[in-house]
Each structure stands twice: as structure tokens, then as C-alpha cells.
């Protein structure tokens, strides 16, 4: 699922990043990928820190697939198409 594997992007920049700032590039389903991992919309109860949603600095999305997006994230007021 999206969730799983923005979990996986997540905990990978968790561990190989070192507090660094980063910038997320993704094609197609990678996109929304990408912009789940940066708006925590993968966190639960069990898990509810992401690192991501601290230290992204960008998106950059290539080929969004959007129609995957069945939360709506990608409508959300605090994601501008530039900024």
C-alpha cells in the first residue's frame, strides 16, 4: 500500500540522513509515495513520528498519479504548487 511505502521512505531517510534536510523526488505512484511520507498521512497510533514531516524541504513530482491519491492529500492548503 502507499502507507507501507511511505513508511519505508520515512524510516530509510530516518536512518541514512543523519538530521539532514531533504528533498523527495517521485514518478507516478513514487509522487504520491513521496507526498504521503512528507504529510505523515502514513503515522498511527503506533507510529506517530515521522521524519519526514520535519525535514522535507521539497517535492519535486513527476508524472503525479494523482487518481491514486484517495485521501486527498494533495488538496490540502498547506501544499502550494510552488513555493
Known amino acids: 500500500s502507499i502507507n507501507l ?15 539532514k ?8 505512484i513514487g509522487s504520491i ?5 512528507t504529510s505523515g498521512d502514513f503515522l ?7 521524519y519526514l514531516t ?10 503525479c498519479g494523482v487518481g491514486l491519491n484517495s485521501r486527498g492529500i494533495a488538496n490540502e492548503s498547506r501544499w502550494s504548487p510552488a513555493e
Open 5 to 19: 511505502w511511505a513508511e519505508m521512505v520515512d524510516d530509510y531517510a530516518k536512518e541514512n540522513m543523519a538530521g
Open 33 to 37: 509515495i513521496a507526498l504521503s511520507a
Open 44 to 50: 498511527s497510533a503506533e507510529k506517530s513520528d515521522g
Open 54 to 63: 520535519e525535514k522535507t524541504k521539497g517535492i519535486c513530482m513527476f508524472n
Open 21 to 28: 534536510e531533504v528533498v523527495l523526488v517521485g514518478n507516478s
